[in-house]
């Protein structure tokens, strides 16, 4: 059995994440990924089963990286204004800082079998956890996940995606704060 490499893993997924994003889901093969990652087709099969293993594993991996990068971020002291400021901006961020990440899990997002292998809602858990703490404090309204999931992050990834300048965007954020925070805040 054949060691495993982490730095050749990574080569890996991110020859597959290019690969996606230049030629789509069914435009990249194993054989295409392992030329771009400097590694043979056999080699990959060392890390996954098939395509469709690989591309589930890195998508359930990317589509939390968002999340993780928010909840350093966020804490249950701090107040509702804060707490929804914090999560559109380092939502934002986060779209600006891993664009390749972030358009990969969007390119990913929109394939029915990935999407249902892995939910907004599985991939944010940690979050929605802080959303009900919220919730039970009275703080935040008692809407629903989907609804909170929904409303939290599709407008900010929407901005992340337009084009704008950096003052613009900035302006933009700043607005979708306060609209957030008038509807989700008591």
Do not use: W
């Amino acid at each position: 059995m054949r060691i495993k490499d982490e730095n050749k893993q990574q080569r890996i997924k991110d020859a597959m994440v290019s690969l996606i994003l230049r030629d789509g889901i069914d435009g990249t093969s194993i054989s295409k990924i392992a030329k771009e990652a400097g590694v043979s087709p056999a080699t990959i099969y060392v890390y996954y089963e098939s395509k469709e293993d690989m591309l589930s594993e890195v998508f359930r991996e990317y589509a939390t990286a968002p999340y993780r990068y928010l909840m350093q971020r966020l804490s249950c002291e701090m107040d509702g204004n804060a707490l929804i400021d914090t999560i559109v901006r380092g939502c934002y961020e986060f779209s600006r800082e891993h664009e390749e990440i972030f358009s990969f899990v969007e390119q990913c997002s929109r394939c029915p079998t990935l999407s249902k292998k892995v939910s907004e809602e599985e991939s944010s858990c940690d979050i929605l956890d802080l959303i009900h703490e919220y919730q039970a404090r009275g703080v935040l309204r008692p809407y629903s996940d989907l609804n909170m999931t929904a409303v939290l992050f599709a407008p900010v990834r929407f901005l992340a995606v337009s084009p704008c300048s950096a003052d613009a965007g900035e302006e933009r954020i700043e607005e979708l704060a306060r609209m957030l925070q008038a509807l989700l805040l008591y």
